[in-house]
């Protein structure tokens, strides 16, 4: 009887260390294969609002004005090589000027945006065919810009937490980029610059429930979108 006692405990030994080496091993395929990420539990895809750059206006009105921005990738660590990004122009009825352009930042590049109306006679892919246009035929109105990554999963990062060379790991967020922009007003070359809410120039984030979730002191938190 005791002899069946002792085998029980011996076989139940075996399985416990069996189960922990393989869990073991489970934890360490997990510690080089699972993406590195930023989420903190409240960022699940590119429509996310920490996610997403804003400029509360744009305008344009004939031959009188129009709007330029200009995107650009400052090769930065953590950035990935090239990043996709999605613009749209929404007006004041809140409907797209036009349909939203998308296209990839290269490290070290600068991408060049106009929204102008469809007839416009000097600023238009003609003219300028590197550039990207958003036309609409409305000949005056205004509204906010709308710019999202066109990665699904931005706070993942590319490569997982291997560091991969040449390859272009790092985070395809478009609030990584930098972003410039003017009204230009035409009769007098004159204009006004834009604003822009979430990119890496931004000057205040809010965390969760308003507040930074490293800050003892509930400061807001600042800068890009990193966690």
């Known amino acids: 009887m005791k002899i069946k ?21 489970a934890f360490a395929d997990a510690e080089r294969t699972e993406n ?11 429509f996310s609002n920490n996610f997403m750059v804003v400029s509360p206006y744009w305008q344009v009105e004939g031959g009188a004005s129009y709007t330029f921005v200009a995107v650009s990738h400052s090769s930065l660590s953590g950035m990935a090589s090239s990043i996709g990004v999605t613009i749209n122009a ?3 009825e809140g409907t797209a000027y036009d349909t939203a352009e998308s296209f990839t ?6 991408q060049r945006v106009f929204i102008v109306p ?36 931005p706070m993942l990062k590319a490569g997982g937490k291997l560091n ?48 930074s979730h490293f ?4 400061m807001y938190g600042s800068g890009v979108n990193l966690q």
Not at 14 to 19: K, Q, S, V
Not at 125 to 135: G, M
Request: aromatic share 10%; hydrophobic share 35%; proline share 1%.
């Open 105 to 110: 930042i290269v490290a070290g590049n600068t």
């Open 5 to 25: 006692h002792l085998k029980r405990y011996l076989i139940g030994i075996a399985m416990t260390g069996f189960l922990a080496l393989l869990a073991g091993n």
């Open 164 to 211: 991969w060379s040449n390859v272009g790991d790092g985070f395809r967020d478009s609030t990584m980029l930098t972003y410039w922009g003017s009204v230009i007003v035409e009769a007098n070359t004159t204009g006004f610059a834009m604003e822009f809410i979430g990119d890496m120039n931004d000057s205040t984030s809010l965390g969760k429930n308003y507040m």
């Open 36 to 46: 590195a990420t930023r989420d903190f539990n409240d960022a699940d895809g590119k």
């Open 118 to 153: 469809t007839n416009h006679a000097t600023v238009n892919s003609t003219n300028i065919s590197t550039a990207v246009f958003l036309s609409g035929t409305t000949d005056y109105t205004y509204g906010h810009l709308r710019i999202t990554p066109q990665t699904t999963h």
């Open 215 to 218: 800050s003892s002191e509930a």
């Open 90 to 92: 929404i007006d004041s």
